[in-house]
């Protein structure tokens, strides 16, 4: 919203174009962008209007393929820190070209990097964000420059100059250009683009600026490529053609084709055969055949099957691991089966561009390997090789605290008050009834029906069971993986660390269950050097000695005390040690990774303490807050009320 708040709500749909302030300009503008998209596309001979001549030529001539994915992005509460994490991504070391950092650049004309845009783009409502991938990348001179003469006529049919940045990435099979692009036009006022330049006029301008530098593709190109798709394991645009011209299911290659175009038919009966013998197709009869109603979605999954094979032995190729495949070597978060993973990080990329589909490839304890998609790309924020961590499956059912909230409004007639629950259970702290009020919120917020009382209780519908499990459902499907950050040192570093490591954990727990395969065998290695330094520290007193509870509390308090040294200079302040119970309030003014795990620095006018982060501490950094300790467990709370819990 803008600073004054008195324009109309903003709602950003790439649907029907429609001009808020009602301007006739408006609209002739967007229908003039329009007719513009549908003269390229009849200029290259695709379109349904195209001439004879063009249509003829295309019999001879295919254009160069380019897939274009744009995405639109409002700027929310949290300002622009999601826009910075995706620059930090598009940005990020190894992306680029020969395993570099990938560069990111703008027009030659105009000087403006990842900072400038994130400033200029503050007050802005959205920005856009688009994949460019040529099929022929790997042939064209200068993606940079094809980048920069696509943006050029973009501003040309949007009759705007426009501010962008853009990085060439080559960390997938297929090099492509990621573009960032601010929402708003020369004059200040929103940029809409219409859905018609986005699905198509985008893409065909890409295809004839490669078009133009490598030529169009020669039919006997076309041929050697079609012909390769023949019997590969995923989805191909052979298919998608087959699967259009099909008939509930049904298929006639029987009918004529055009003059010069019977290779083609040859190609899609070769491609039935293949689909047969995959169990996705069968003959009919004559030219007939029958395709599976799933055919699409199993070739899909082959494609992505066949890609995660190669990301795990590349990965341990690269690592030198030579770890246990098996068919529990891809972890399927919605196997009601599926249990927490935990191991090393060997391996993290994107798996699909496209689509922002991000994995890591896990080294685990049992001496297995293990991929995990982890969502989307800006999720491998952070995430190096050598971090230990456990990906749990996503819940999609509903919460404990769904539960008891249901039980209480079902003793009631549908309501459920704070009240009422601390009656019920006197010893309940009030901070864990708060959350189950925080919870009611969120769902209130995204839609859910549940409404609040002007008295503080809630209305709580009879399905509320089933609409939660259908929310937890939602609020995890771009997430299907929990990855917990187990430790952020390597297993190497912890052996002579001071501070209370993942390691230590370990060992505290430890109860003569060796492995001696895989990861598992590194860490008992590690086990033994551990405990021969921390005899050396003086922290164990014999060989023998338990590491327990109070042996990990030494280790985190010398962690802490060590960090607290180069704070108090800092902040000329004295550190003051977190207490294990009660309230603490202050500035939350950094966070600080240390062998013991993450912390928060939380300052107030004459000391300062460091205690456990959380996530959703970073949405309030240099403000106050406000928590509850119960051991490492804190419920914070903003000081005006709102819970960040």
Do not use: C
Request: proline residues 4%; hydrophobic residues 35%.
């Amino acid at each position: 919203m803008s600073k004054g708040g008195s324009e109309p709500p903003f709602e950003v749909k790439l649907g029907r174009i429609r001009s808020a302030s009602g301007h006739a300009r408006m609209k002739s503008f967007f229908k003039k962008v329009g007719k513009g998209a549908r003269r390229i596309s009849r200029a290259n001979g695709s379109g349904r209007g195209g001439s004879g001549r063009a249509q003829r030529s295309a019999a001879r001539h295919y254009h160069r393929r380019v897939v274009v994915k744009a995405s639109i992005h409002k700027m929310t509460v949290h300002g622009t820190a999601p826009l910075r994490r995706h620059l930090n991504y598009i940005e990020r070391d190894g992306a680029g070209e020969e395993g570099r950092e990938a560069q990111l650049y703008t027009d030659a004309a105009h000087d403006l990097d990842a900072e400038d845009l994130i400033a200029r783009a503050e007050d802005d409502r959205h920005h856009f964000r688009f994949i460019v991938s040529p099929e022929d990348a790997d042939q064209m001179n200068d993606l940079k420059a094809f980048t920069r003469d696509l943006m050029r006529q973009m501003e040309k049919d949007l009759e705007t100059r426009l501010e962008w940045v853009a990085a060439n990435h080559y960390d997938t099979g297929q090099p492509h250009v990621h573009i960032v692009m601010r929402g708003a036009r020369e004059d200040g006022k929103d940029l809409v683009i219409p859905r018609d330049y986005i699905s198509r006029g985008l893409r065909e301008r890409a295809q004839e600026l490669v078009s133009l530098e490598l030529g169009p593709v020669s039919e006997l190109e076309h041929r050697q490529r079609m012909q390769r798709m023949v019997q590969v394991e995923r989805l191909t645009d052979l298919d998608r053609g087959l699967l259009r011209r099909s008939r509930d299911g049904t298929l006639d290659l029987a009918k004529p084709v055009p003059s010069g175009q019977v290779w083609q038919r040859q190609l899609e009966k070769a491609r039935m055969e293949q689909l047969a013998k995959l169990g996705l197709a069968e003959p009919l009869g004559g030219s007939e055949w029958r395709i599976d109603s799933n055919a699409a979605d199993a070739l899909k999954r082959m494609g992505e099957r066949g890609d995660i094979i190669k990301a795990m032995h590349r990965a341990m190729n690269e690592t030198g691991h030579d770890r246990l495949m098996t068919s529990t070597s891809l972890f399927d978060p919605g196997d009601p089966k599926a249990k927490a993973l935990t191991g090393k990080i060997i391996a993290q990329g994107v798996a699909d561009d496209v689509r922002d589909q991000a994995y890591v490839v896990i080294d685990a304890t049992d001496g297995k390997v293990a991929y995990v998609n982890i969502g989307p790309s800006d999720r491998l924020t952070g995430i190096e090789k050598g971090m230990i961590v456990t990906a749990h499956p996503a819940s999609h059912t509903a919460r404990p605290s769904d539960r008891t909230i249901h039980e209480i409004a079902s003793k009631h007639r549908g309501i459920y008050s704070p009240t009422r629950h601390l009656e019920g259970a006197p010893r309940t702290n009030p901070e864990f009834i708060k959350a189950h009020v925080r919870r009611l919120e969120a769902m209130r917020k995204a839609g859910v029906s549940v409404a609040r009382n002007s008295d503080g209780t809630w209305r709580i519908p009879p399905d509320y069971l089933e609409k939660a499990a259908a929310y937890e459902f939602e609020t995890t499907r771009s997430k299907p993986v929990q990855l917990e950050m187990a430790s952020r040192l390597n297993l190497p570093a912890m052996r002579n660390a001071i501070g209370a490591t993942w390691l230590d954990e370990h060992l505290r727990d430890y109860a003569d269950r060796s492995q001696t395969r895989g990861f598992g065998s590194e860490i008992e290695e590690a086990r033994a050097a551990r405990r021969a330094f921390l005899q050396r520290q003086g922290i164990l007193k014999e060989a023998g000695q338990k590491i327990d509870d109070k042996v990990l509390a030494t280790l985190e308090r010398r962690d802490l005390e060590d960090a607290a040294k180069t704070l108090a200079q800092k902040l000329g302040k004295p550190f003051t040690h977190a207490s294990q119970s009660g309230r603490i309030s202050g500035q939350y003014v950094e966070r600080i990774d240390r062998a013991s795990g993450r912390y928060a620095v939380i300052e107030r006018a004459k000391d300062f303490s460091l205690v456990p982060w959380r996530e959703v501490m970073d949405r309030n950094i240099g403000k106050q807050i406000s928590g509850m300790i119960r051991g490492r467990q804190i419920s914070w709370t903003l000081t005006r009320g709102r819970g960040i819990e």
